[in-house]
């Protein structure tokens, strides 16, 4: 099934900002945006964002994304040790009328 | 509090079946889409089925098509996959999600291994 496509990893030092970006095409993230996900090791993922730039309660303004097109990105400012996690980009695909995910891009803080 | 809480996995071999559970409590379990995404070891997470809202809608990702079946009982605020002809790439944690929006709900997840 076709996926969304993330850079397997990113390194930003502490307090730095860091863009993650996520490709996709018109049928998903084109269409209605993405969502972006935190996972740390061992935990489920825990949604960060939707539809390019909603954020549920309680996540940090740190935390902006947008959408260009068919990319979105997720960017995350004034880096904390506590962001190193793996982050995931996920869309509905109205072609294949089910949600697909990227692959992942883990984020290193240094 | 806000929970999904997921349970049925296990070990299972090639061929063989198992049936998902996943119980939920703590929000309107009728106003959400619900799904399973899974996560073999080591990868990113996977779409496998999700039920709609309307008690009609459903949603499967090509690799489970005639193989998982979801269902739902929203009287007990039940979902349920039920999962034949496993295969060994079937292998991971099974999450149950709920989306209003987007995947605001997780739960622990429920591990399934298929293995000879």
């Known amino acids: 099934q076709a996926g969304l496509t993330q850079p397997p990893s990113v390194s930003k030092g502490l307090r730095q900002t860091a863009t993650l970006t996520c490709t996709g095409n018109?049928?998903?993230?084109?269409?209605?945006?993405a969502a972006w996900l935190q996972q740390h090791q061992g935990h489920p993922p825990k949604l960060l964002s939707y539809?390019?730039?909603n954020r549920p309660s309680g996540i940090s303004e740190r935390l902006s994304a947008s959408r260009s097109g068919n990319s979105a990105s997720l960017t995350i400012t004034g880096l904390q040790p506590e962001d190193e996690a793996d982050y995931y980009c996920?869309?509905?695909?109205?072609?294949?009328?089910?949600?697909?995910f990227g692959g992942g891009t883990k984020l290193t803080v240094l | 509090e806000v929970q999904l809480v997921e349970s049925g996995g296990g070990l299972v071999q090639p061929g063989g079946s198992l049936r998902l559970s996943c119980s939920a409590s703590?929000?309107?379990?009728?106003?959400?889409?619900m799904h399973w995404v899974r996560q073999a070891p080591g990868k990113g997470p996977q779409y496998v089925s999700g039920?709609?809202?309307?008690?009609?809608?459903?949603y499967y990702a090509e690799s489970v098509k005639g193989r998982f079946t979801i269902s739902r009982d929203t009287s007990k605020k039940t979902l349920f996959l039920q999962m034949s002809s496993l295969r060994v790439e079937d292998t991971a944690v099974y999450y149950c999600?709920?989306?209003?929006?987007?995947?605001?709900?997780w739960g622990q997840g429920t591990m399934v291994t298929v293995s000879s």
């Open positions: 703590g929000f309107i379990f009728s106003s959400y889409v």
């Open positions: 039920f709609g809202r309307n008690g009609r809608s459903t």
């Open positions: 539809r390019n730039n």
């Open positions: 999600v709920g989306e209003r929006d987007a995947f605001e709900i």
């Open positions: 996920s869309a509905w695909d109205s072609s294949l009328s089910a949600w697909v």
């Open positions: 018109s049928n998903n993230v084109g269409n209605q945006g």
